[in-house]
């Protein structure tokens, strides 16, 4: 039985990693959650797992839960908060496993002190790796933490990469749909509203994700984790687009032989592997052959998804760069939401941001935070202008 902690319990990777709970409740437990502002979830996750540790955001939904606990007859439950209270429930001493899946840099903290804390770490939060990759893998190091992706693209690499020696990699590639833009004249970019660009043609996620997905920005972000997680250059990490996302990523080995990992558009299935790793357990996530009957395969067009092009810079560049295009894209992202910006507004954006960040390497996480706030506050006056 694996104790899991799980960081965003209320998003749709923390209720995807709860039904795998579900699915085998003799391998996986559920024992703290971390779980955002959503009072009305968390607390059906309270009277459904009863965690030994609930955090929520702030003071005041903190004493709403707990009252609200106490009416229900629930006891028992520590219920914490803000960053301290995800901190404890990611070093919790009874946690064998932590999933990271809170969006953006909220997690950082979290799931640098459950590496720490020598947990073994599930990422579903490619942030983290962005903005404090050297941090976060010199501690996973020194504290013998494995780093189990939970990224569809990188988990996959993680499987294709038990098909030869690290030294074997020619280069690894990234699957890409391609978003709702893939085939939209560039003229028309211009004019792409934010009900277009959250129309994702196969995952259902979060609103900045599905953004992302749109500019492939956040193919950029997963060319930068990949190059952390794998210990790659960026010019061995390449990007196809591949619309029916039916295979996830694809490892390519110095004797011409490609391994692709093929499965389910389902995030139940990565994250089943991370938790299960190293072995495989059974489910019923199963594939239909025939969704192989047509696969295409096409080079990123740099012009149209310039945000891709940003990405692979940034990671030349140096970490403070990674940082300020997180921070860039984010604050870019929000605006564009609130029709304050246009959609080639994201990219025009981190580009000024970027252009005007000095390379360095943040020495700790408060140094690293630190970067972050003044990239997005840069890139709040950017968008003001």
Known sequence: MKKIALLGSTGSIGQSTLSICESHPDRFHPIALAAGSNLEVAFAQCQRWRPQVVSIATEALADELSARLKDAGINGIEVVYGTAGTVRVATLPEADFVVSAIVGVAGLEATYAAVLAGKTVGLANKECLVAAGDLILAAAREHSVDLLPIDSEHNAIHQCL??????????????????????????????????????????????????????????GLEIIEACRLFNLPPAQVRVTVHPQSTIHSLVEYVDGSILAQISVTDMRLPILYALAWPERVPSDLTFDMAALSHLDFQQPDFERFPCLRLAYEAAAASQNHCIALNAADEIAVEAFLAGKLPFLGIPRTIEQVLALTTSGSPASIPEVLAADRAARELARELVAR
């Open 162 to 219: 038990r098909g030869g020696a690290a030294s074997e990699v020619k280069q690894i590639w990234l699957t890409a749909s391609g978003g709702p833009f893939r085939n939209t004249p560039l003229a028309d970019f211009g004019h792409i509203t934010p009900a277009q660009a959250l129309k994702h043609p196969t995952w259902v996620m979060g609103q900045r994700i599905t953004i992302d997905s749109a500019t492939m920005l956040n193919k």
